[in-house]
C-alpha cells in the first residue's frame, strides 16, 4: 500500500537525550515536511524539504535537525537543545508542482514524551 | 509567522444540527484548506480553496474562500455522529516553484466538534 509512515507511534527518552523519528514515503512525493503538535493548538512547521539533499527551516526550527539523503525518507532529530520537545509529531510529503497548491499527506504521527 | 484565529474553539451540538466555522488572518493567503483530524492521528484534507470567493462543496461540507483573502468558513450540514473530532483551517501563500512551491501550511489551532446523540 501506498502512504507515508511514522515509527515507533509512542517514544519515551529522558531529558538530555537526542532521538531520532523517523518518516518515510513510497508515495514519490518530491516534498516533504516535520510539523510538532501540542495540545489545544494548531500543527506548526517545523522543517521542509522540496528536493533530495536540500531542506529549509519553518517557523520552529530552534532545537531539531533533519537530513534528506534519500527521497523516501526525511528523518528529524529531535536534539537536547530543544527546550521542551514532548509533542505529537506529524509527517507530510506532497508533489512540487509550480502552478497550484499540493496536497500534503499526513502520516500517522509520533507522540514523543521526554522524561 | 502569520497567524491564523479559528472559531469557535469547541462546538457541543446534537445529531442533526448544522455546524458553521471560521478563520480569519492577519495576513492574505492565496489558498484555504480545511482538515478533519482523529484522535491521535494525522490530519486529512476535507476541502482546498485557490481563488477568492471560491465556494466549493464535499458532500455535507460547504467551504468559503474570503474575498479579502483573509478570511474562510467551513459548514457541515445535518451532523452526524462520525462527524465528531478536530477542525482545523489551514492557509498557504504560494509563490510559485522558484519562491517555494513546497512551503509548508499556517494552521489554526482548531475546532473541537462534539456531537450529542
Known amino acids: 500500500d501506498g502512504g507515508i509512515t511514522q515509527s515507533p507511534k509512542y517514544l519515551f527518552r529522558k531529558e538530555g537525550q537526542n532521538v531520532t523519528l523517523s518518516c518515510e514515503q513510497n508515495l514519490n512525493h518530491d516534498a516533504m515536511y516535520w510539523y510538532r503538535q501540542d495540545p489545544g493548538q494548531g500543527l506548526r512547521l517545523i522543517y521542509y524539504s522540496q528536493i533530495v539533499n536540500d531542506f529549509q527551516k519553518g517557523d520552529i526550527a530552534e532545537g531539531y535537525s533533519v537530513s534528506r539523503e534519500k527521497k523516501e525518507s526525511f528523518p528529524l532529530t529531535v536534539t537536547s537543545a530543544q527546550k521542551n520537545p514532548t509533542a505529537f509529531y506529524l509527517c507530510a510529503s506532497s508533489i512540487v508542482l509550480a502552478s497550484t497548491y499540493n496536497e500534503q499527506f499526513f502520516g500517522p504521527g509520533t507522540r514523543l514524551t521526554v522524561l | 509567522g502569520q497567524q491564523l484565529n479559528q472559531s469557535p474553539q469547541s462546538m457541543f451540538i446534537q445529531e442533526g444540527e448544522d455546524v458553521s466555522m471560521n478563520c480569519t488572518s492577519s495576513?492574505?493567503?492565496?489558498?484555504w484548506l480545511w482538515y478533519k483530524q482523529d484522535p491521535g492521528e494525522g490530519p486529512v484534507l476535507l476541502i482546498a480553496?485557490?481563488?477568492?470567493?471560491e465556494l466549493t462543496s464535499n458532500g455535507r461540507l460547504t467551504a468559503q474562500f474570503g474575498i479579502t483573502r483573509k478570511d474562510s468558513f467551513l459548514n457541515i450540514s445535518a451532523s452526524i455522529p462520525s462527524d465528531v473530532g478536530i477542525y482545523f483551517c489551514?492557509?498557504?501563500?504560494?509563490?510559485?516553484?522558484?519562491?517555494?512551491?513546497?512551503?509548508?501550511?499556517?494552521f489554526g489551532k482548531g475546532t473541537h466538534l462534539i456531537i450529542q446523540p
Open positions: 480553496l485557490y481563488k477568492a470567493g
Open positions: 489551514a492557509g498557504q501563500l504560494f509563490q510559485g516553484y522558484s519562491g517555494g512551491g513546497a512551503d509548508g501550511l499556517t
Open positions: 495576513s492574505i493567503f492565496n489558498t
